[in-house]
């Protein structure tokens, strides 16, 4: 099978993707940050419902945000916990051994052994700074949506990291903002009909930060032919 340019280009785009835990201090301007926002709102949705809505965090705002979730992330017991399950309950093979190896790789980038408990914690703090990227992205849905409005979200959200890839950006989704969502509603003001989806990082990769190495794997797809 012939692949043209454009097949290429798309597949580089997704292929390139990756979760960036490390992001250099340069700027994205708004115009850049609404224009990957309306490419990826041409997500597809269920009746064309279109259930997604995003605060866009920079500056002032964005610091503000990260100082008060780091300071109950820092607190020996916090009165904080996730509204809905993103994980499972109960791990079961394979997902658990998939969740595990790439922990430990991350970790044995980083130098941190599975005693360090102080600077893992440390690490993934570093998620509430959006890892330093400029900009944070927090994405709410109104809570009468259902099931197959979540569906239709992911896509949205993988347009949004790959308009940004092929604009030479990059990103990191993060559900560790799920625990914060009381603190997160209040500090955006966000109406109580609105739950916290997840949060993104946005910026520009920093290539000399060694986390920035990690590639996952990824297992063959299972598929069927009938």
Known sequence: MRITPEQQAVDQVISSRRSIRAYLNKPVTQEE???????AARAPSGSNTQPW???VLTGDAKQQLSDRILVEHNKSATEYQEEYHYYPVKWVSPYLERRRKVGWDLYALLGLGR???TGMHT????NYAFFGAPVGLIF???????????????MFMQNVMLAARARGLDTCPQAAFTQYHALIQRT???PDHEMVVCGMSLGYADPDKIENTLITERDPVQ????
């Open 115 to 117: 005693e360090n408990k």
């Open 33 to 39: 940050i609404q224009e990957i926002l309306s490419i």
């Open 223 to 226: 598929v069927t032919f009938l």
């Open 188 to 190: 955006l003001n966000m």
């Open 53 to 55: 809505k995003v605060y």
């Open 140 to 154: 709410t849905i109104d809570r009468v949506m259902e099931q197959g409005s979540w569906l239709d979200y992911g």
């Open 123 to 126: 690490q993934h703090g570093r």
